[in-house]
């Protein structure tokens, strides 16, 4: 373990001086676009998030159309870092938001010998974003930060303490290469309070991003590392190339020693083409090594593993609030028998006149909150009514389904019910109910059912509407 911290904080030294310095260099360079070339960078990505996301995942594609730079995404979420600044503002630095959480959660889990166990949390859960945001010349560096804390009975928990963090630097080489350098850092306590939406929606795009609800009983860390280069090809034709490395880490409920660790290398190909300013095609391989460490016997990926996906993507926007992706292909893990199959993205989001819905289904290699080779089967769905201009409701299910995970299938449901009353521009409360029922490992993920509830205020640069 020792051994892979020092790795992870040498890369990372190394990616914020590369961070800190590519946007730098920028200052010497002259970049004029034209509208006869675009600025460098993915051209409507069909099939892939422009906001490199954890491994294996396979994100909706960017808008068609639309012939732009690389995106820079905010943390767990799919739409762009945007906002305004605020009062809260120094320079580069400005805190985006910031909120107060009541949390009250019952669960019943078995334990690692099959005994049916209960337990409750009571806790109070701050959270805040703080931005580091500049933009160059010619170039972009942004630093987000999003640390949670849990206080329960007057005490500070330290397995509670939930961190993110996200560097992206983007930078032009030519008129036709760009170059993004993306961080992306996760630690969620064994203790975990999550009382949010299933996945995370940009209607404007029909871009969805899935959150990490599952239940376990020990910690779960995370970092992935990218660097994409983009080819513009021609003004409708992009081709992209993204070398990555990842570390994933959980520790489990055996003993204070039962861990598992992996490390990832590899890296993501696409290649989008605009077949008019509404529809887009184009295909998505990404193909992973990935080496385990795992001291339990009982649960976990037991072997190293080649992890490969293919898609081929379409995707079309109908009108100012519909769009539909869809990509077909196949999932693979060599190493492991059994893992070879077909692999699907599909997407539908609608806006209405009073509110939203998005919809998605996905199979193949992703991060689900545990470490694992195998392929999952995901779906999901959130349905938004603006009641009136301050007051919306959020409706908001998903489930998640590991059919080759050792040592058998898990699968985990998650649903929530949110209301949203906004009080001003920038402060409004909020209250949910929620329910997840999970089958585990009883290592790395718990056999549980979990009924939660949270209320609170949040504070936000960012106007608080329905969608």
Excluded: C
Excluded at 92 to 120: C, D, H, K, M, T
Excluded at 280 to 288: C, D, M, N, S
């Amino acid at each position: 373990m020792a051994t892979a911290m020092d790795r992870i904080w040498y890369l990372g030294r190394t990616l914020l001086a590369t961070g800190l310095l590519t946007p730098l260099l920028g200052l010497s360079q002259q970049q004029t676009p034209t509208e006869a070339t675009p600025s460098p960078g993915v051209a409507a990505t069909a099939g892939q998030s422009q906001d490199p996301a954890p491994p294996f995942d396979q994100q909706q594609p960017n808008a068609a159309g639309t012939t732009q730079g690389f995106v820079v995404r905010a943390l767990n979420s799919a739409s762009p870092l945007a906002g305004e600044n605020g009062p809260l503002h120094w320079g580069w630095v400005s805190v985006r938001s910031i909120s107060l959480q009541e949390y009250f959660s019952q669960v019943n889990f078995q334990n690692p010998s099959g005994q049916a166990q209960s337990g409750s949390l009571n806790a109070t859960v701050l959270s805040a974003s703080i931005v580091v945001d500049h933009a160059f010349r010619s170039s972009h560096f942004s630093l987000q930060y999003a640390p949670s804390l849990v206080i329960s009975n007057g005490q500070i928990y330290p397995n509670v303490l939930n961190q993110s963090l996200g560097l992206d630097t983007t930078f032009p080489l030519s008129p036709r290469w760009g170059l993004q350098v993306t961080d992306r850092f996760s630690y969620v306590g064994g203790q975990r309070a999550f009382a949010g939406l299933a996945f995370n929606t940009d209607y404007t795009t029909g871009l969805s991003d899935q959150q990490n609800f599952l239940y376990g009983p020990g910690s779960v860390l995370y970092n992935l590392v990218s660097t994409s280069f983009t080819y513009l090809w021609s003004p409708r034709t992009t081709l992209s190339f993204a070398p990555s490395f990842g570390y994933q880490y959980s520790s489990g409920a055996l003993n204070p020693g039962t861990h598992v660790s992996g490390f990832s290398e590899g890296g993501n190909l696409s290649f989008s083409h605009l077949l008019s300013t509404t529809q887009t095609v184009g295909f998505t391989y990404t193909g992973e090594y990935a080496n385990y460490t795992n001291s339990s016997l009982s649960a976990g990926p037991q072997s190293h593993a080649l992890i490969q996906d293919f898609l081929v993507t379409y995707s079309q926007q109908f009108n100012a609030s519909l769009w539909i992706h869809l990509g077909l292909g196949i999932t693979s893990t060599t190493g492991v028998a059994g893992q070879e199959g077909f692999a699907m993205n599909a997407g539908i989001t609608k806006n209405f006149q009073r509110g939203a819905l998005a919809i998605f289904y996905n199979r193949g290699h992703q991060f689900n909150g545990f470490v694992t080779s195998s392929a999952s089967d995901n779906v999901g769905l959130t349905h938004t009514i603006n009641w009136s201009p301050r007051l919306f409701t959020t409706t908001s299910a998903a489930y998640i389904r590991t059919p080759a995970a050792f040592p058998t299938t898990q699968s985990a449901w998650y649903a929530t019910e949110q209301l949203n009353f906004r009080l001003t521009r920038r402060l409004s409360l909020s209250g949910s109910f929620s329910h997840l029922d999970q089958v585990g490992d009883r290592v790395y993920v718990l056999s549980s059912n979990r009924n939660f509830a949270a209320v609170g205020i949040t504070w936000s640069t960012n106007q608080q509407t329905g969608y």
